[in-house]
């Protein structure tokens, strides 16, 4: 049986930098607390806390008192900042650069739709860490859609600025911009502010490529995953016998029967060793075939 993992796939440039900041802080000795999963993969997770991370929520925060709180890749709005110095808490900040730029984007979209009257719309998962993050930017209410049956929300007599969650699907956002263009008043005032990480979004068309190749695909990947579902189903469009893992103890035997050839990729959440964890248990498997 061949086994290949995809080069592309793992945790991307974001994630790596906030795991690495963590790594780092646990160096030092002591427990460091981290608002919310440092990323949506329980196995890497369960690593971390083997090493001093413990994940705590906001409701916890007033119990940490001159400790050190790690803010994940996905950021938090300015009353998380603001509560800490508060609280006296000192921050360990991993916002993904992409998001800050994203943040930064749509405290100015606010500003400029404000002058105008008109509203700002987001692409993203409602409840979603990132999102909460953005929408937490300013006071004014933010419309977050996931899907065409959102549109609805949106006053279509008045501008719109459209952005999205990093680790949205392109197509998605084109296609969502295309209608509320045909939808406005006057499409004009319609702006479509691609805000997609061209480091998630570029992995779409390889995926499938990749799938493609394959008797049966391994996608890993934790099930809290935003970007983790979304790139799933496109690997399970180009390759029918796609099947989704958190880690190599779920592989079911059968997925693989008469499989010459399994390839085995994951989500931006995913890390390099649990990839690599999958392919030693598959080779074990076909081994004993």
Known sequence: ???EIDERSGCCFGVVRAISEAEKALGEGGTVYSLGDIVHNRVEVQRLEALGLRTVTHDEMPRLAGCRLFIRAHGEPPTTYAAAQRLGITLIDATCPVVARLQRRVKEAHAAMRAVGGQVVILGKRGHAEVVGLTGQVAEPTIVIEGAEDLAQIDFTRPIHFLSQTTQS?????RLGAEMKRRAADPAQVRLDDTICRQVSGREEHLAQFA????????VCGRKSSNGKVLFEVCRRANPRTYNIEEAAEIDPAWLAGAASVGICGATSTPRWLMQRVAEAVGALGRKA
């Open 170 to 174: 392109i197509a998605l956002f084109e």
């Open 212 to 219: 493609a190749r394959f008797d049966a695909v391994l996608f």
């Open 1 to 3: 049986m061949r086994v």
